[in-house]
């Protein structure tokens, strides 16, 4: 005679039988293989980690120089004219590309929509990067 399963008690685990028999598995890849594309994965992310900080820093000095300009910083003091030196390499020909009456709110415009395209520079490059990495 079969013995009927006893109801479940309290502290019971309950676990579920399988269904189907279990399907086969594929054999494990080689551990260097693995570990290949383990150091791939780190230097993707590092990549697009790099891009990131790189275009994120180009945009804050080109709107350090925009606040720097609108709220009228001694342009003799070191930062001034260091914040300067890089903001002309960064603003990508967009420097005089409106005209405005006040020169100061033509550089917040100008710097401006420079440290915009480069925070879209570096979005689209972290993709691509993210996207093309096998």
Do not use: C
């Amino acid at each position: 005679m079969t013995e009927s399963p006893k109801p479940p008690e309290p502290g019971d685990r309950l676990v579920a039988a399988p269904l189907e028999p279990p399907h086969r598995h594929r054999p494990a890849r080689p551990a260097q293989v693995s570990a290949a594309r383990s150091a791939w994965g780190t230097t993707v992310t590092f990549l697009v980690w790099a891009v990131r900080v790189a275009t994120r820093l180009a945009a804050l000095i080109l709107v350090l120089y925009a606040v720097f300009t609108v709220f009228k910083a001694n342009p003799a003091n070191v930062w001034y004219q260091f914040v300067e030196s890089l903001a002309g390499l960064l603003s990508l020909g967009l420097a005089n590309l409106f005209q405005v009456s006040d020169a100061r709110w033509t550089t917040l415009i100008d710097y401006g929509l420079a440290a915009v395209v480069w925070l879209i520079i570096g979005s689209v490059l972290a993709s691509l990067i993210r996207r093309l990495a096998p």
